[in-house]
Structures are given as C-alpha cells and as structure tokens.
C-alpha cells in the first residue's frame, strides 16, 4: 500500500459533485488557518481522495507520510514501530517546517528588528496560537513553552509549589503516575512539609477514582493526575476530579501526554487548572512541550528561570519581571523545535481530533445562525464530510486499539496490565504486558534484532506502578494513528516466534 494514492471509504454524499468549499468561520475555527487536510507522499490530500469502493485504515492513508517508517532494518526485516508511547515519528510536513526554518529565517525571537528576527517571531508566536486553539485554551498567553513535559510540572513544582505549599498541605496523586509527575512533588514536601498521598489501583487495574474521591479534604492543595496511564492504558474522568479538587479549593495538574496526541483536549471543558503536554509525543519534534495555565493562576507565579527574555527591567540590586507567558521562558527558546510542533498540530488539526458530538452542535448552532445564507446543497455536503472524516478516523483508532488487545491476549502465558476492554471502557492503544518466565527485555531484543519490531521494555518511568504490580518490568506496544491491522498481525507473529524460541530451553 505505500506509496499509493488511498481513498477515504465509501460515505453518502448529497452532492458528491461538489469538490471543495471554503469553510465557515466555525469550521475554520478547528482547523489551521495555513494548511488544509494532511497531504500524503503522492501529493494527495484527504480531501481530494474523495469516496472509495474498498475501506483502508488510517494508517494506511497516512503512512506515506512518514518516510521512517519504509525502511528495512537489523537482517533485512521491515520496521515496524511500535513505541509511539515513548515518542511519535513525524511527518513530512515537520520536516519540512524545520528544514525551512534553519535554511531561511533562522534568528533569535522577540530581539530583532530585522527581517528574519521578525519572520522567526511570527512563526514562533503563531505555534503558541496554534497550541492554544489545538486544546481549546482561552488565549495564547496561557501557554508557556518548556523544554518537555517533564519541565513544565517542575515549572509548577517550582515557582507555584513553593509559594503555595506549606507543612501539612497534601498533595493527592495516584501509583499510577509517571516518574516525571512524582519526583517534582518529592522535592516540594521535603522543602516544605507537604505531604504527598497515593491513590491506588482497583480491582480492574484502573486508579481508584472511590478512593481518590475520599482523599481530596480540606488539607488538599494540589491534584497531579494522569489523563491517559503509560502503562495501564485507562483513562481517568478528569472532569470529575477537577469537581471535587475545586469543591475544596484545591488545583489540579494533568499530565496530557498521552491523550493530547490521540484525543480531542478542551482545557475549558476539563476545567484543570494547569496541563502539560509533550510535542515528541504528536508528531512533533524533541525538546520542546508546553504548560497550559489558567492565566489567573500564572500571573501570581514567581518566575522559574532567571536570564534574559524573562524580564522587564534589570536594575543592579533587584529585576522586575515579565508577564506570562515570557516570564517563563528565559533564555533562547527551542525556536525551530517550536514551529516544528506548529506544523505538526496543522497535520493532526487536519486530519480531525474532534469527536463527532463535540462537533455537530456547535454546527447546528452556526447553521440555525446563519441558515439565510446557506444552501441545503452545502449544508448537506459540510454534514457529509463530517461524517466520513471525523466519524471514520475516530472508530478507526479505537478499532485499533482493540484489536491490538484482543490478539496479544491470544499468545500463551502473557499477563497483559489494565482494564479489559468492554462497554464501558475504552483502552488507549497501548498494551504493557510480561510473558510468563521470559524478561521483557528479552523479548524486546529478539522482536528487534530478528523481526524489525520496535517495542519498549523497562519500567516506562512508572517503577512505583511496577512495584504495586509485582514486577520489575513489562514489554509495552504502543499504537498511533500511521499504523495498521498488519502491524499488529506482524507484531503477534514475531511476538509468538519470540515465546516459542526461549520456551525452547526450558
């Protein structure tokens, strides 16, 4: 199927003749104002694919945008990578945008006059807008960009932990979180007497939401959660959480790592008062992620670094300093790192992270608004390709993500972690697993070096998590949205030669 020209599947049109149409204001607004639906390797974008007689995957219709992942590796296998919980690929259009950046406007932000400081400022700034749109902030001052995930809960720790925390505060979190959303909040209670409490797993391997309830009390200052586990893969109703968190003045930080990429994020919906996010995470570069704040919050924030850009004026004895966002941005920023995440929300924006429900009643409004200035012909044709983008890219992940579950529980003596999927639970595309008297590290190197499957063995920076579990370790696939059924038919192929091999000593 690579390098092909893929077609989306067969959907009804009303007026299937109707080839483009510039889109209203409210459409407009869940997309990228420079760049239409992703464009595949062959020049051909999902708009233009149009209706098709055969369905084909997501994976299938992206995957050639990825120039990674057509290569031949170790013994001359095919890639197939499965380690997207770790870090995505990227596709042509980040490349592109890094490329461009280096090769014509390469200069430092917010400090020149000239041509290129000003261009680089403009794209810079214009990534901060996208971030802001992408998760529904209320403006783009509410970002502030880090180097990764990891800085922007230390940035919290730091500037809004210390002032904020006193002996005999509590911080709730779960065992579930990952070391990046633990170890800040260690260094805070042992500085100041906060006392930090774990939430534990219930019988489904899920982070007791009963009990994370009856620990939130007066005392409660602070919730750190994750949206979506690393290694579990459920999700948490962080709705919820922030509900009960505000009931008693408390805040909330949400580690979004793991949905950002796969979900639609509305920080407004959610309510949490701070979110990180990592850009290698969605199909963006390395080095740089971002802080989502309520502004409110942040501009009572000490600053976290001290340096330059951060500062209003600098006198020998004393500073004064800037308002948010740039107060916490000191020094020369990842520049290219942050246009190349720019470019990436442009991909995924047009690919369509929004679910169908949370699309069409803003529709019905914008239509009911404006219905003496649009044709049913248009109304019909926006509806339809509605229907089979969003509707179609949705259900086609989450098939996936069942179907990676569904066929790794087929393999002997595996012992795979988290919920079952059912009804009312919808694992991430991801599986944490162990085989019975075979190491996952084990298993990772043979998948590796004999079958050019690329997975992730260790504690995946959740060894508390690991330690409840009774392990020291599990294997982990991961999936986003470039990969397909065959990569996991591949994957529980190998998985299974892998088994067969090291029972062959026993």
Known sequence: MDGMALKLPSFKFLNPNISTIRSPPLLRKFSSSSSSLPVSASGTTLREAGPASNSVSLGQLTRPDFPILHQTINNGSKLVYLDNAATSQKPISVLKAL???YESY????????HYLSAKATEKYELAREKVAAFINAEESREIVFTRNATEAINLVAYSWGFTNLKSGDEVVLTIAEHHSAIVPWQFVA????????FVDLNEDEVADVVQLKEMISSKT???VVHHISNTLASSLPIQDIVHWAHAVEAKVLVDACQSVPHMPVDVRDLDADFLVASSH??????GVGFLYGKSDILSTMPPFLGGGEMISDVFLDHSTYAEPPSRFEAGTPAIGEVIGLGAAIDYLQGIGMQKIHDFINPLHQYINKY???IKSEMMGTIYSYILSIYLFLFLMQMELANYLYENLSTVN????????PSKGVDRAALCSFNVKNIHPTDIATFLDQQHGVAIRSGHHCAQPLHRYLGINASARA?????NTKEDVDYFIHALNDTVNFFDSFK
């Open 371 to 373: 219905n003496n200035t």
């Open 413 to 420: 003596n595996i012992r795979i972690y988290g919920p079952k």
């Open 478 to 482: 991961s999936l986003h949205f470039y």
């Open 99 to 101: 490329q461009d950046y």
């Open 281 to 286: 995470k969605m199909c963006g570069p390395t």
């Open 221 to 223: 200052k602070l919730v």
């Open 190 to 197: 042992q500085k100041t007497g906060a006392v930090l409490k």
């Open 106 to 113: 390469n200069s430092n932000v917010h400090r020149g006059i």
